[in-house]
């Protein structure tokens, strides 16, 4: 698959000077080494260090791989190193999964730190290990702590590349919403999609999820307890818990049966260490938030694969692959809304300028049990004093005028300039019956797939 985006990363490497070391953190398969190599070319040597091998057999691979180079077959990281460092300093020295020197030869951080303090080499070293990548680049206990000049934290391809890969494999917009709302952005699962002869939405999700040898399902799986350690059982509970919808500390230590107190540092652990979840609140007014998962292959996984786990163990594969397809749905337009939030947050959609955004909810004067509001998207334009209200639809054929009067009762209990704010509403759907422009006097805006198909292209 040919290169995409990565623009802000390969801008930062254009303006570092030869002398430099760069730390690169994200995920197993979202780009890191694909980036390092794109970029750097046949500047760089890529050393991959393998968790599940003896230091002496690392190094003999390396020798093995790089036989043009001459390198030293001896026993141990520090002399290999001190060796590359002096003699390939024109070099780009790339260590890939660096983390796994702590399975391999924990003190050699320790040898690698004199070395870098040493040479000086052009240094990029990378982990997949996110929690524990922060430790050894970032904390200050760390003997590598200061080393690095710069620190790439690399994040998800954006919708906008995952579309503009999607319509090169010959993909529309809709399907693309479709593997967006399962994949995410990670590019090497783009890869796999590019391979296959014939694509079908749902028969590939059932293959990498269910079917034997269900390689995504192992994969997800493994990642996690790695990034978890001893403790995984607790962390995939509570990330169970939230992607059903149980999503409040009460909810969650409920979902657990522990108190709420017994799964704060776990919460905490997922949000800061892990950068798994995240604590979402209302636009206004916002104090008592709620947790929601951040990576779209993570919701799915914990709430349609892992969730009924127990028919695989079974091998009742059609049964969930049953289960999936009737869930399938629900899922892409929960995704959808936060897609259209990551669209309008990089100014792709809207013709309004918003100082913040996000959803709203709240609790109103009424009926018993029917005292609760939600909205989709609020964007508000705090100088000027404008509100937009927005709803997303995953949906053919959406009646504008129903959603538009719904979301207008809604807008009513927002308080927020009430008496002299400009409103605006806008409805996201996949198609209408017909659109809108005017409501009540007020300017109303209907984006079908194929106006943000138009918008992401310009």
Request: positive net charge; glycine residues 4%; proline residues 1%.
């Given at each position: 698959m040919k290169f995409y985006n990565r623009?802000?990363?390969?801008?930062?490497?254009?303006?570092?000077?030869?002398?430099?070391?760069?730390?690169?953190?994200?995920?197993?398969?979202?780009?890191?080494?694909?980036?390092?190599?794109?970029?750097?070319?046949?500047?760089?040597?890529?050393?991959?260090?393998?968790?599940?091998?003896?230091?002496?057999?690392?190094?003999?691979?390396?020798?093995?791989?790089?036989?043009?180079?001459h390198l030293p077959n001896i026993d141990n990281f520090k002399e290999f190193f001190e060796f590359v460092f002096f003699h390939?300093?024109?070099?780009?020295?790339?260590?890939?999964?660096?983390q796994n020197f702590l399975k391999v030869n924990k003190s050699f951080l320790f040898d690698l730190q004199r070395l870098i303090d040493k040479h000086k080499p052009k240094l990029i070293v990378s982990g997949s290990l996110?929690?524990?990548?922060?430790?050894?680049?970032?904390e200050y206990k760390s003997p590598l702590y200061g080393r690095f000049d710069f620190i790439i934290k690399l994040k998800e391809l954006d919708f906008k590349t995952v579309y503009n890969i999607c319509k090169d494999f010959g993909f529309g917009i809709e399907e693309s919403f479709k593997i967006y709302s399962v994949f995410g952005g990670i590019p090497k699962y783009y890869e796999l999609i590019e391979k296959l002869r014939e694509f079908e939405f749902e028969n590939f999700v059932s293959d990498s999820f269910i079917k034997y040898p269900r390689p995504l399902y192992e994969e997800v799986k493994?990642?996690?307890?790695e990034e978890f350690g001893k403790e995984h059982k607790t962390f995939f509970s509570i990330l169970s818990a939230i992607s059903q919808g149980k999503n409040k500390n009460s909810e969650i230590a409920g979902y657990l049966g522990k108190k709420e107190t017994e799964i704060t540092k776990y919460l905490s652990m997922l949000k800061e260490?892990?950068?798994?979840?995240?604590?979402?609140?209302?636009?206004?007014?916002?104090?008592?938030?709620?947790?929601?998962?951040?990576?779209?292959?993570?919701?799915?996984?914990?709430?349609?694969?892992?969730?009924?786990?127990?028919?695989?163990e079974t091998g009742q594969e059609n049964k969930i692959i049953e289960i999936l397809r009737n869930n399938l749905n629900l899922h892409i337009s929960r995704t959808f809304e936060k897609t259209i939030y990551e669209l309008i947050v990089s100014k792709l959609i809207l013709p309004f300028e918003f100082t913040s955004i996000g959803r709203q909810w709240g609790k109103f004067k009424g009926e018993k049990g029917k005292n609760t509001y939600e909205i989709d998207l609020v964007a508000l334009n705090e100088k000027n004093r404008e509100i937009l209200f927005g709803e997303c639809k995953?949906?053919?054929q959406v009646n504008a005028e129903k959603i538009l009067k719904e979301l207008n009762e809604k807008a009513k209990f927002v308080q927020w300039n009430n008496e002299k704010r400009k409103e605006y509403f806008a409805i996201f759907a996949k198609s209408f019956k017909r659109k809108i422009s005017e409501f009540e006097g007020k300017k109303a805006y209907c984006f079908d797939l194929k106006d943000i198909k138009k918008l992401i292209g310009k």
């Open positions: 623009n802000e990363e390969i801008k930062i490497l254009n303006n570092i000077k030869d002398d430099f070391r760069i730390a690169i953190i994200g995920r197993r398969r979202i780009g890191k080494t694909r980036l390092v190599e794109e970029f750097y070319k046949d500047k760089c040597i890529n050393f991959f260090v393998s968790a599940e091998k003896a230091e002496k057999e690392i190094i003999n691979g390396w020798v093995k791989e790089y036989a043009d180079l390939l300093r024109d070099k780009v020295i790339f260590i890939d999964e660096m996110i929690s524990i990548m922060k430790k050894i680049i970032e493994t990642m996690l307890k260490d892990y950068e798994l979840i995240e604590r979402d609140t209302p636009v206004i007014a916002g104090k008592r938030g709620i947790y929601k998962i951040k990576n779209n292959i993570v919701s799915f996984w914990f709430n349609n694969i892992w969730k009924y786990s127990q028919f695989l995953w949906q053919e």
